[in-house]
């Protein structure tokens, strides 16, 4: 999803709910500084999507890993069995990146990239259809929800794979 649509709240309580393991792409992408520079005007990272990869591969390899990040299309189709894109209205995004200290600038970009759906087109792009699912993310019913699906999809995955 879009920043702010809630990938990190919501990848976090569905790692509680399942055991799964919440990988969180961009606190890795920080830490172990895969990125070639920065873009001033947007104030973010240019990534390094070889280097993220190699440093994901043997954490996917190990399974069972809810994979939170706003782009997919740099990850081989083969490390995932489902794709949740999520989608929050224009007034609840623009409170959460306001209050996230966006600049004017970079919150009307995030802004559009969700009205023009541009991580869900990706998606669609990136993956087989099938795989990939719009969850609604703006309020607390949702996230509840959201996470009671996930755990279903879970069940229904590990009796079917086993
Ligand atoms: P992202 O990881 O997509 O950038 P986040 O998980 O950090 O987004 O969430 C952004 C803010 O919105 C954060 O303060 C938590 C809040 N939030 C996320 N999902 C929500 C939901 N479904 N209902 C209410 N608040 C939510």
Redesign the pocket.
Known sequence: ????????????AAAERTGLRHVNV?DLIKQNKCYEGKDETFDSYIIDDDEVCDLLEPIIEEGGCIV?F?SCELFPERWFELILV?R?NTD?LYD?LS??GYNEKKLSENVECEIMQIVLEEAKESYDSNLVHELQ????N??EN?VERIAQWLENWKSNNQ
């Open positions: 999803g879009t920043p702010g649509t809630g990938k990190t709240q919501t990848s976090q961009g939170d706003h999520l929050a609840v959460r209050e996230r993310s703006n309020d607390l949702d996230l959201n």
